[in-house]
């Protein structure tokens, strides 16, 4: 009876592992597409920001022959107009620039996940485990996954946002001549798309080490959750932060 108990208990967690693994590869590490709204609510985005800036550089040209009335600002129209020139420039590279560092997160996503087996079916130390705790570790594991699963699909909207807010940050540097906002922006955009890497990462170690070490199957809770607070490491690692955040992690 004991013996039937302890297969039972093994037949649990290995499954648990399968369907993780199935979980992870077809939802939580699938490649994230570019679509069309995006890039029309960014090209809408794009469109106000550059009239905005043709309008601060005719206002700040205007101050240079009325002082007295429209100086406003310190800083020579000169400066102003190669900040907007180069600011016009940028914003159309924006676009771009996301989805090329989405493709290079798509590959080493794909990458990792390849050489990611399927894990063999457990014995030794997990084969003490009860039904019972077997049952929770599942339970535990599953509302795990819907949680990572919620995060991506929030991760995904937070990409296309921050990618339309891209013209607004770039603009105000053009404007202010302040970088910081612009710079904690870009960062914001790495860490957003590239925490599917660091995840994924962490995925391949849980099913190359753990898995192979035969570790008690507590183990896989702890990996969900360690990945579940990856975004806030990676953000600090980048000193990502602002205002504008989403604060989806």
Do not use: C, K
Request: net charge positive; glycine share 10%; aromatic share 12%.
């Amino acid at each position: 009876m004991s013996g039937l108990v302890r297969m039972f208990s093994q037949w649990i967690v290995g499954e648990t592992a399968r369907l993780s693994l199935s979980a992870f590869r077809h939802i939580i590490f699938a490649a994230l597409r570019w679509v069309a709204p995006a890039s029309q609510l960014f090209a809408l985005s794009r469109d106000v920001v550059t009239a905005g800036l043709a309008m601060a550089t005719g206002w700040s040209l205007l101050a240079t022959m009325w002082p007295v009335s429209f100086g406003w600002r310190n800083d020579t129209p000169g400066r102003l107009v190669g900040r907007v020139l180069t600011a016009g420039l940028l914003t159309w590279l924006v676009v771009p620039g996301t989805r090329w560092l989405l493709q290079l997160n798509n590959q080493i996503v794909a990458g990792l996940v390849a050489r990611g087996g399927t894990p063999h079916m457990i014995s030794g130390s997990q084969a003490v485990l009860s039904p019972l705790i077997s049952t929770l570790i599942v339970m535990v594991s599953a509302l795990l996954l819907v949680y990572l699963g919620i995060f991506y699909a929030m991760r995904t909207v937070e990409i296309y946002i921050l990618t339309a807010l891209g013209p607004w940050m770039i603009g105000w540097w053009a404007v202010s001549g302040d970088p910081s906002l612009t710079g904690r922006w870009i960062r914001e955009v790495i860490a957003a798309i590239f925490v599917q890497s660091a995840q994924a990462a962490v995925f391949w170690l849980y099913l190359h080490v753990i898995w192979d070490a035969q570790v008690s199957g507590f183990e896989s809770i702890g990996v969900l959750v360690f990945m579940s607070r990856i975004p806030d490491q990676l953000r600090r690692l980048l000193n990502a932060g602002g205002g504008f955040s989403l604060r989806w992690r």
